[in-house]
């Protein structure tokens, strides 16, 4: 009896097919891109004259909050969880410690803040700062910001803050700036 030849699969076309799957999914797939924390840094001077010194800054217009290596937060100088961060820094400032300002509703604390545009936020971590502690910091600070614009769009436009025009939601912005100012982590022990 004459043996039967078993016919081959040919195989020459399977790198392409893979090829082409390969391709295929690489184009489709989407990546994940962290956007990291939006800051708007100041430009670099050209030239820095010695002469010329920093304005003065009155201590009460500073905000000071500190973590530490063991992730407690010490917001002027007293320990707060990062839950009511968002409330004591509204109240910082929105205070409107020297009457100047018509449109903040603060309880005036001649202690606190003067009004917002004078009011500055300092944040001091510690190398051993957990990220998540930064990041949450990070976003209560910007949130009470964020909810003064959004309180302040309501009382003087009716409406919420994304909902005005551009020139609005810029006037609104300049009334509570975002002036937070971030100091080198250090070692705080």
Avoid: H, W
């Amino acid at each position: 009896m004459a043996k039967r030849e078993v016919p081959e699969v040919n195989a020459g076309s399977m790198a392409d097919i893979a090829f082409m799957l390969l391709i295929f999914f690489l184009v489709t797939t989407t990546m994940d891109v962290d956007t990291g924390i939006m800051r708007k840094l100041p430009p670099m001077p050209e030239k820095v004259d010695p002469n010329i010194k920093p304005p003065p800054i009155r201590e009460k217009n500073l905000f000071e909050v500190v973590a530490n290596a063991n992730d407690q937060l010490l917001v002027e100088g007293n320990l707060m969880k990062v839950k009511d961060l968002r409330e004591a820094t509204k109240e910082f400032l929105n205070n409107n410690g020297d009457g100047t300002c018509t449109y903040c509703t603060g309880v005036k604390n001649q202690r606190s803040s003067d009004n917002p545009q004078k009011a500055i936020i300092t944040v001091q971590n510690d190398r051993g700062t957990s990220y998540n502690l930064y990041i949450k910091v990070q976003n209560e600070l910007v949130a009470a910001i964020n909810e003064l614009r959004e309180d302040l769009a309501i009382r003087k436009y009716g409406v919420p803050l994304d909902e005005l025009d551009e020139d609005r939601q810029k006037k609104i912005q300049k009334m509570y700036p975002q002036k937070i100012s971030e100091a080198e982590p250090v070692d705080l022990q």
